[in-house]
Nanobody
C-alpha cells in the first residue's frame, strides 16, 4: 500500500497559478491511479482530475478543463496538479487519493480510492 501527502496550497489572487503536489511513499507507485478532489465550504466534494499509473491517461473534471493539468513522475513518486487562471470558485480543500487498479471511469468517484492524504487548502481572492 501507499501513503500520500499533499502540499503546495496557499492564498493567491484570481488569475494566478499554483501547483499542488501529491507525494507518495510505499512500493509500486506506478501501479496506482491518483485522483484529485476538492471540497469548498458548504459544497459537495468535486472530482478535479485523475491520472493513470503510467501517466499516459488523464481525466479532468468539467469545471477545470483547460485550466488544470495533472502530471506524474513515478521515479519521484509525485503527482502534480498544475492550476492556471485560478478563480475564486476554486477555493477549496484539495485532496489526493490513490488506488491500485487499472485505469477506467471509476477514477472520478471518491469512494473508489482507499488511500488519502490530509489535504491542502487553496484560497483564491478576487
Amino acid at each position: 500500500q501507499v501513503q500520500v501527502v499533499e502540499s503546495g496550497g496557499g492564498s493567491v489572487r484570481a488569475g494566478d497559478s499554483l501547483t499542488l503536489s501529491c507525494v507518495a511513499s510505499g512500493r509500486s507507485f506506478e501501479a496506482y491511479v491518483v485522483g484529485w478532489f476538492r471540497r469548498a465550504p458548504g459544497a459537495k466534494r468535486e472530482f478535479v482530475g485523475a491520472i493513470s499509473g503510467s501517466g499516459k491517461d488523464t481525466y479532468s473534471g468539467d469545471s477545470v478543463k483547460g485550466r488544470f493539468t495533472i502530471t506524474r513522475d513515478n521515479a519521484k513518486k509525485t503527482v502534480d496538479l498544475r492550476m492556471n487562471n485560478l478563480e475564486p470558485e476554486d477555493t477549496a480543500g484539495y485532496l489526493c487519493g490513490a488506488e491500485r487498479r487499472s485505469w477506467a471511469v471509476w477514477c472520478r468517484y471518491m469512494s473508489e480510492y482507499d488511500f488519502w492524504g490530509q489535504g491542502t487548502q487553496v484560497t483564491v481572492s478576487s
